[in-house]
């Protein structure tokens, strides 16, 4: 499969790619490509340039910063979770990350790729949401609750490129996925979080975007224990119906998972 | 068309390309390097994987021009003075292969796989070969293979 044509662009830095997205305002930021050269060489997107991110060196690091972490926005899955610093501070971000893809897909995939294209499966929105973390861009700080805005849209405008996601290390959490059997992409997917301001559930999967689940919230702040949430009432409202599940059989999983996430973030705290 | 550069088993590689061009073709249709496959063409299948710089990527997808640069290895590259490479004689002793088109990709996801796990078990061994399909399921064997090549390299060079 061929895509369309386009011209390629590689920037060597943020501000190189500032000017690039200035002179071309409908370009596209190519990141580790692997949900964008899929959909390209499908021809359901057509950029006419293509603006190469990857390689920036400024945009790939992993550090400790306050108690947490800050990830460059093109600093790859298997960085992410082969980092010391990510196991130690959040391991359930690690195992979470361990689950995208294949080894192939996580030699190349980013993280800012991830949150900017918003996939209403991908893994990384949920612990995203989930811990609260907050997204740089080349103009200012989002704050996870504002960022994801609907299926594959966020609140970033044109010419904005997200540089760094950073997290604040939780006092534990975790992550529990269904996967779908063919693509393993989530069917549904529950980050939950014990953070420093409360705690945090969030569902990747089940509908067009990442949410949150504050009645989950509340009654794990009274009893952090997989029962808990067990005989909270999903409704199937709103929840993905496609011919993987039909949205009962998600609400049915955002159930299951949740308690498998609480149960994971119990034993991740050890 | 842009020129890319590129070192591609050790050899220095030029030529002009269509942007659009996607690293496996220019390896199979300008290089003439046809042991990388191509299966599904969508990030699947892993019949195309080669290593970039030294690690496993799908190379349906990835643009040439992204390589450009870049070390390149394929199946072709991993003999080395006419004698196979560790992994490509487990697969050979352990009949790791039945009809031989996903073998290129399964090859060089294993010798990734080695080298950033020298100890491998063979539950780890399924769980890296996520991105690998054998349409003949000639898993068992593989999974041999790839167990018998990793002891093999680490005793030759512990």
């Given at each position: 499969?061929?895509?369309?044509?386009?011209?390629?662009?590689?920037?060597?830095?943020?501000?190189?790619?500032?000017?690039?997205?200035?002179?071309?305002?409908?370009?596209?930021?190519?990141?580790?490509?692997?949900?964008?050269?899929?959909?390209?060489?499908?021809?359901?997107?057509?950029?006419?340039?293509?603006?190469?991110?990857?390689?920036?060196?400024?945009?790939?690091?992993?550090?400790?910063?306050?108690?947490?972490?800050?990830?460059?926005?093109?600093?790859?899955?298997?960085?992410?979770?082969?980092?010391?610093?990510?196991?130690?501070?959040?391991?359930?971000?690690?195992?979470?990350?361990?689950?995208?893809?294949?080894?192939?897909?996580?030699?190349?995939?980013?993280?800012?790729?991830?949150?900017?294209?918003?996939?209403?499966?991908?893994?990384?929105?949920?612990?995203?949401?989930?811990?609260?973390?907050?997204?740089?861009?080349?103009?200012?700080?989002?704050?996870?609750?504002?960022?994801?805005?609907?299926?594959?849209?966020?609140?970033?405008?044109?010419?904005?490129?997200?540089?760094?996601?950073?997290?604040?290390?939780?006092?534990?959490?975790?992550?529990?996925?269904?996967?779908?059997?063919?693509?393993?992409?989530?069917?549904?997917?529950?980050?939950?979080?014990?953070?420093?301001?409360?705690?945090?559930?969030?569902?990747?999967?089940?509908?067009?975007?990442?949410?949150?689940?504050?009645?989950?919230?509340?009654?794990?702040?009274?009893?952090?224990?997989?029962?808990?949430?067990?005989?909270?009432?999903?409704?199937?409202?709103?929840?993905?119906?496609?011919?993987?599940?039909?949205?009962?059989?998600?609400?049915?999983?955002?159930?299951?998972?949740?308690?498998?996430?609480?149960?994971?973030?119990?034993?991740?705290?050890? | 068309?842009?020129?890319?550069?590129?070192?591609?088993?050790?050899?220095?590689?030029?030529?002009?390309?269509?942007?659009?061009?996607?690293?496996?073709?220019?390896?199979?249709?300008?290089?003439?390097?046809?042991?990388?496959?191509?299966?599904?063409?969508?990030?699947?299948?892993?019949?195309?994987?080669?290593?970039?710089?030294?690690?496993?990527?799908?190379?349906?997808?990835?643009?040439?021009?992204?390589?450009?640069?870049?070390?390149?290895?394929?199946?072709?590259?991993?003999?080395?003075?006419?004698?196979?490479?560790?992994?490509?004689?487990?697969?050979?002793?352990?009949h790791g292969l039945q009809c031989g088109f996903c073998t290129p990709g399964m090859i060089m996801t294993a010798i990734d796989?080695?080298?950033?796990?020298?100890?491998?078990?063979?539950?780890?061994?399924?769980?890296?070969?996520?991105?690998?399909?054998?349409?003949?399921?000639?898993?068992?064997?593989?999974?041999?293979?790839?167990?018998?090549?990793?002891?093999?390299?680490?005793?030759?060079?512990?």
């Amino acid at each position: 499969m061929i895509p369309y044509p386009f011209t390629y662009h590689r920037a060597q830095s943020v501000k190189e790619a500032e000017t690039l997205l200035a002179r071309w305002p409908d370009a596209k930021l190519l990141a580790g490509g692997h949900s964008l050269i899929p959909a390209m060489k499908l021809r359901l997107s057509n950029p006419s340039e293509l603006i190469d991110i990857s390689g920036v060196p400024e945009l790939s690091y992993i550090r400790e910063r306050e108690g947490g972490i800050a990830i460059g926005a093109m600093t790859t899955h298997s960085e992410v979770m082969d980092s010391d610093l990510v196991r130690r501070h959040i391991p359930a971000l690690a195992s979470l990350v361990s689950e995208i893809g294949d080894p192939a897909v996580r030699h190349m995939g980013t993280i800012g790729g991830s949150v900017a294209n918003n996939d209403p499966a991908a893994d990384y929105p949920a612990a995203i949401l989930g811990l609260d973390a907050t997204i740089a861009t080349n103009r200012r700080s989002i704050p996870a609750d504002n960022f994801f805005t609907g299926m594959f849209s966020t609140a970033l405008e044109e010419g904005e490129i997200v540089t760094e996601i950073s997290l604040p290390a939780p006092k534990r959490s975790g992550y529990a996925k269904f996967a779908n059997p063919a693509s393993r992409y989530a069917m549904v997917g529950v980050f939950v979080s014990e953070t420093r301001t409360g705690i945090r559930v969030a569902v990747t999967g089940a509908g067009s975007c990442v949410f949150r689940m504050p009645e989950m919230e509340t009654a794990l702040a009274k009893s952090f224990a997989p029962e808990a949430v067990a005989s909270i009432p999903i409704s199937a409202d709103r929840l993905n119906s496609d011919i993987h599940g039909s949205a009962e059989y998600r609400a049915h999983l955002v159930s299951v998972m949740a308690k498998r996430a609480v149960a994971a973030a119990i034993e991740n705290r050890a | 068309m842009t020129a890319v550069t590129l070192t591609v088993n050790a050899q220095q590689q030029s030529a002009d390309v269509e942007d659009r061009t996607l690293l496996v073709h220019f390896l199979r249709d300008t290089l003439r390097l046809t042991g990388t496959h191509i299966g599904c063409d969508t990030s699947q299948c892993g019949a195309c994987v080669v290593l970039l710089n030294g690690r496993a990527v799908k190379s349906c997808t990835v643009f040439a021009v992204q390589a450009s640069g870049a070390d390149v290895t394929t199946i072709e590259g991993v003999a080395k003075r006419g004698e196979l490479h560790p992994v490509q004689e487990a697969f050979r002793d352990h009949h790791g292969l039945q009809c031989g088109f996903c073998t290129p990709g399964m090859i060089m996801t294993a010798i990734d796989m080695i080298r950033r796990k020298p100890k491998l078990d063979r539950n780890t061994i399924r769980q890296e070969l996520e991105g690998n399909l054998c349409r003949c399921t000639g898993y068992h064997n593989i999974v041999s293979a790839i167990e018998a090549a990793a002891k093999e390299m680490a005793r030759a060079a512990p």
